[in-house]
């Protein structure tokens, strides 16, 4: 995933970085360093933010209805709760 894609998707998603960082467990200086293409997220995170790219891409319902759905799942359990949900989806 490119900075911009990641960039992209935090703005999307209406997150500031430390929104962002805390939504998917990792410390505000490496959502910094993807967004300005100094590294890379890779494992799990990195899942997640294809995830949600595609959730959005994918998505009968409007780009918006994602984004308010996964901001809703967000302010419940975060990332955790992000992770069980969507695999219930594919299951």
């Not at 799990?44 to 933010?49: D, M, Y």
């Not at 319902?61 to 069980?84: F, K, W």
């Amino acid at each position: 995933m490119k900075s911009a894609d990641i960039l992209n998707l935090r703005e999307l998603l209406d997150m500031t970085e430390h929104e962002f960082a805390r939504f998917l467990n990792v410390n505000v200086r490496s959502v910094r360093r993807w967004e300005k293409n100094d590294a890379a997220p890779a494992g799990t995170t990195l899942v997640v933010l294809r995830g949600l790219r595609e959730a959005i891409d994918s998505s009968d319902d409007s780009a918006d209805a994602v984004i308010e759905s996964l901001q809703r799942m967000n302010a419940v359990g975060g990332l955790s709760y992000v992770l069980v949900r969507c695999l219930r989806q594919k299951t």
